[in-house]
């Protein structure tokens, strides 16, 4: 179990090997200094404490994630391996989107794709930029602010609340249930707070199965409209199945996307001559919030599961063994860009990894491109003083896989 494991205590046989996880302070402080070292010396990594295999070079992290006879289902991993911590038999019948395999993933995701397409995401540019404004005009501009709780937690759930067709009346209740089960997830959670993500997981499923009913009887131009009237190849999601979709979205969607809004946002703010060239020609925005994805992903490794031996570089992995894609190292690979730790909103070529590969690219890519670019912009516009609050120190989620601030206290004057 991982969570025994004690990733200071140097007697564990293979502490070094946890090194590559964010719950490791010398990885949150500076990952490139371990992963590019592990790129030149050992670039398809056998990671025994985890049991997993570690990909850092960009051409073995696109080959892997492309790779269909890979699984993204984590119960086809072997118990002790990495995909698997945390999961017990309950969660079997569960598994959302990300994690099914052919068939069900492409059933799944046939129906749901439409609604996430670059056009019926662009169609909803003007309320995003009324959430921002909402939002950036409720911040005391003379008082240091923390952008995470006040912009960037708030945004994405709030435009997912939309999409989903929440009624107005029932928005800010809706916000509470989702801030709530966040909380009653992440690491050092209390007692208090799990009872509270309990109830609040009871609130938002019914709120949404009985949005679900409504829609049923009343079809409206929202995603949960799509999703029940949803139908491909004569195929329709049940409700549990649509409960599940909204669910995912909203676990998929906000975190990452705070996240985006939050590395962003410190990128530019250590390096305001990039916020320069932006506020001298916003039309570079698009090009910058790749950029901010390519050099501080939110997403920093995804996995696959290996269902049979086989090499990956002439290095064996073994069946049920976690193949996991770093794709913070990836982006970062000198292979793939010429000074890769640089931050340059112009660089030529803006290839990167983080929305993951093949299959399951990731569905929402569009929509948080767009908030990110919307709620940035709108950021940097409002304050032109904006700067890093002195005596606030950043500190990293200490979480793996995900690669976020917990606070980003800013000053405006
Ligand atoms: C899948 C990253 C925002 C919905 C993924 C994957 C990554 C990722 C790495 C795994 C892809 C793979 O297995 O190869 C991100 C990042 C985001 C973001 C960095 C923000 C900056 C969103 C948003 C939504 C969303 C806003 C929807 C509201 C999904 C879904 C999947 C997914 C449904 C599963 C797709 C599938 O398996 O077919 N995302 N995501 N994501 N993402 Fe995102």
Redesign the pocket.
């Known amino acids: 179990n991982l969570e025994r494991l004690s990733m200071d205590d140097p007697s564990t046989p293979d502490a070094m090997d946890i090194r590559l996880d964010a719950r490791h302070p010398a990885f949150r402080e500076d990952p490139h200094a371990i992963l590019d070292d592990l790129r030149a010396r050992c670039p398809v990594h056998q990671d025994s404490v985890l049991d997993r295999v570690v990909l850092t070079r960009a051409d073995d992290v696109a080959a892997v994630?492309a790779d269909r006879t890979l699984s993204?289902d984590p119960f086809k991993g072997r118990p002790t391996t990495y995909g698997r911590a945390g999961l017990t038999d309950a969660d079997r019948p569960d598994l959302p989107?990300?994690f099914?395999d052919d068939p069900d993933?492409a059933r799944l995701?046939r129906l749901v794709v439409q609604a996430?397409s670059v056009r019926a995401v662009e169609a909803l540019r003007p309320r995003i930029e009324a959430i921002a404004a909402t939002l950036l005009d409720r911040i005391d501009p003379t008082r240091p602010f923390d952008l995470i709780a006040d912009y960037a937690v708030p945004l994405?759930t709030l435009v997912?609340a939309i999409m989903l067709g929440i009624d107005d009346a029932e928005i800010e209740q809706f916000k509470a249930w989702s801030d709530a089960v966040l909380i009653g997830y992440a690491p050092g959670r209390t007692e208090a707070e799990v009872r509270d993500r309990n109830a609040a997981n009871d609130g938002l499923n019914d709120c949404i199965r009985r949005a679900i009913v409504e829609r049923r009887r009343e079809p409206r131009d929202d995603l949960i409209g799509a999703l029940t009237a949803a139908e491909a190849q004569g195929e329709r999601l049940s409700d549990i199945e649509i409960l599940n979709t909204c669910r995912?979205?909203l676990v998929?969607?906000n975190v990452?996307?705070t996240d985006?809004i939050g590395n962003g946002s410190v990128a530019l703010l250590r390096h305001p001559e990039q916020a320069a060239r932006l506020r001298a020609d916003p039309g570079l925005w698009p090009a910058a919030i790749e950029e901010m994805?390519r050099y501080d992903?939110?997403?920093v490794s995804?996995n696959r599961q290996c269902i049979d031996d086989r090499l990956i570089d002439g290095c064996p992995v073994e069946a049920g063994q976690t193949v996991t894609a770093m794709?913070l190292a990836a982006n970062h690979d000198p292979a793939l860009h010429a000074a890769p730790h640089d931050f340059d909103i112009g660089r030529d070529r803006q290839k990167h990894h983080?929305?993951?590969?093949?299959?399951?690219?990731?569905?929402?890519?569009s929509?948080?491109r767009l908030?990110?670019q919307v709620a940035l912009s709108a950021l940097f516009d409002g304050f032109k003083q904006l700067r890093l609050a002195p005596g606030h120190d950043l500190h990293r989620k200490a979480i793996p896989r995900f690669g976020g601030y917990e606070t980003v206290w800013l000053t405006a004057v």
Do not use: K, M, Q
Not at 354 to 365: N, R, V
């Open positions: 994630l993204s989107l990300p099914l993933h995701r996430f994405p997912i995912t979205l998929a969607g990452t996307t985006l994805l992903p939110p997403v995804w794709l983080s929305f993951g590969g093949g299959a399951h690219f990731c569905l929402g890519a929509l948080a908030e990110a």
